[in-house]
């Protein structure tokens, strides 16, 4: 079986989680499994509704504890998180890769923009004989923009475990970055967010800008695509077996992302 991913219509982590449950993941357990991720960094309310295209939308409202998630904490909780839904190991090794793509997305997004330095930090270890090293060169990065990544990985692992599906994609055709500007923490800056531009072009992602002026692609999004090793690739006239479809928060004349598995 192989994955096929149409991002006409651009991707985010939520967008992808909606797909699978879209294709077939068991909703409940998908629900139940991105409520677990959500409750270890807030407290959340997360459900799932349909457009009016028969696409899947995910509604996740969160209320963070702390504003300050390190990647490294992260992936501390990535493991607890593993653990506690029983993800096999394939699954796992996906869900750690895509974390690591956008930490150190981030971080070199960060280091170019000198304005996001205060987001980087060096990783303070304290050993149990008492002693404190401090390592430069394990660089990380707060995830101001990107905490809901917990969530977005949970429900990308335990969708595509509950699907049997496999951990590389084919992409159907380039991704759509959108276009305009984005509004974050710091202020304003153009379509594609740094860390995703950064992403597509170390992974060697095709994109293109449009068709609307709103992000289309993010950070997220990019990293799970990224993990997949997505490449170009085609049907080929290969009976598809599974199919979901799924939106972001807003109706935009696109098509939905669709995902299949053939």
């Given amino acids: 079986m192989k994955l096929y991913i149409d991002p006409?219509?651009?991707?985010?982590?939520?967008?992808?989680?909606?797909?699978?449950?879209?294709?077939?993941?068991?909703?409940?357990?998908?629900?139940?499994?991105?409520?677990?991720?959500?409750?270890?960094?807030?407290?959340?309310?997360?459900?799932s509704s349909l457009t009016l295209d028969k696409a899947c939308r995910l509604h996740i409202d969160i209320k963070h504890n702390d504003g300050h998630l390190s990647g490294h904490k992260a992936y501390h909780l990535l493991e607890d998180i593993f653990a506690e839904l029983k993800i096999e190991e394939a699954y796992q090794k996906f869900g750690f890769k895509a974390l690591q793509i956008l930490v150190e997305a981030e971080i070199k997004a960060h280091k170019e923009n000198t304005f996001l330095t205060d987001h980087i930090h060096a990783h303070h270890h304290h050993h149990d004989d008492g002693s404190d090293h401090h390592h430069e060169h394990h660089e990380d990065a707060y995830l101001h923009e990107a905490q809901d990544i917990l969530i977005d990985i949970t429900g990308a692992v335990m969708g595509l475990q509950l699907l049997n599906a496999p951990t590389e994609a084919f992409l159907l055709a380039p991704v759509s970055f959108g276009g305009g500007h984005i509004t974050f923490s710091h202020g304003h800056l153009p379509v594609p967010a740094p860390a995703t531009k950064i992403i597509f072009d170390k992974h060697d992602l095709p994109g293109e800008m449009g068709p609307i002026e709103k992000e289309l692609c993010t950070p997220t999004g990019s990293a799970i695509l990224a993990a997949l090793n997505a490449k170009p690739g085609t049907l080929n006239g290969q009976e598809v077996i599974k199919e979901g479809t799924s939106r972001g928060g807003k109706d935009f004349p696109i098509p939905p992302l669709r995902i299949q598995l053939a």
């Fill in 8 to 47: 006409t219509g651009g991707i985010a982590g939520d967008m992808f989680a909606a797909a699978l449950i879209s294709a077939g993941a068991d909703e409940a357990r998908m629900l139940n499994a991105m409520k677990l991720a959500a409750e270890k960094i807030g407290t959340a309310t997360i459900r």
